[in-house]
């Protein structure tokens, strides 16, 4: 390994972690030349069995030899910045880290069409903004059966450090992308479920829904759900029978419920 001790987050090298935001990782102008944080040894072994490209880690020196080593040794030139924890301490989360982290190049971004070839099942986040929400939804999603997942450009990025780590690597195993436009899913034979309280909304198990062969289930913000010109353009509203007097659940828990339903 190429292990390189700093005792400052200044070094240059470092700004990635330290010091570049979300939107500075993705540089939407020169998209080739993006980054993202992966965080925690697990996930960063999911991102890389993905074929993630990986450009450093950033270790505390104690996990060098227990995490580190096992995944850094097949890239003998990427340099293994480490330090001991006061110096760690002072970037921002690093508390959440276990341990190591990792930059690594964005993927190239995928077409509508290419990641939802064959699925019978994909979701469709429209503006969901919160990080461990987005996370929480892909995890839900993998593991529960749907194909693929596409995301508003109004939605938060998969490949933001804490969505990453919440989903526990799935973000790396199941195909998604951006969807520009809802005619896309049409275009692809898909009929639409959107996930709201509405006066034709028809309950999540109902036989309709279960026997559309592609079907594309739609989630909105975690605040004002989705929008009405939306719902009248969907081909049915769905809503999870709640009781107690409850109106609705988090969209993370209620993405797993309809998951859950609809995949069967």
């Not at 809503?239 to 988090?250: A, F, Q």
Request: aromatic share 6%.
């Amino acid at each position: 390994m190429k292990i390189v001790s700093i005792d400052s987050l200044e070094h240059p090298s470092l700004a990635p972690y330290a010091r570049l935001t979300e939107a500075q990782l993705r540089n939407r102008l020169h998209p080739g030349e993006g980054l993202f944080i992966c965080e925690s040894a697990k996930v960063i072994r999911v991102a890389l069995a993905a074929g993630m490209q990986p450009v450093s880690f950033l270790a505390e020196r104690k996990y060098i030899d227990t995490q580190v080593r096992a995944l850094a040794e097949p890239f003998p030139d990427l340099p293994v910045y480490t330090a001991e924890r006061p110096v760690l301490a002072a970037l921002t989360g690093y508390e959440l880290s276990r341990g190591v982290l990792c930059a690594m190049r964005r993927p190239p971004e995928r077409g509508v069409g290419e990641v939802c070839r064959g699925a019978r099942r994909v979701a469709v986040l429209d503006s969901v903004v919160n990080s461990e929400n987005t996370g929480a939804i892909f995890r839900a999603a993998a593991a529960l059966g749907i194909d693929a997942l596409l995301l508003t450009r109004t939605c938060c990025d998969p490949l933001n450090r804490r969505a990453c780590r919440v989903s526990m690597g799935t973000v790396f195993q199941l195909p998604w992308t951006w969807l520009d436009h809802y005619d896309q899913l049409a275009d692809l034979g898909f009929s639409t479920v959107a996930l709201a309280l509405t006066d034709r909304s028809v309950p999540i198990d109902h036989p309709s829904l279960r026997a559309s062969d592609r079907l594309a289930i739609i989630m909105g913000t975690e605040g004002d759900g989705l929008p009405d010109t939306l719902l009248r353009r969907c081909d049915h509203v769905a809503r999870i029978p709640m009781h107690r007097h409850v109106d609705s659940l988090n969209v993370a828990a209620a993405a797993a419920v309809a998951f859950y339903v609809l995949t069967q």
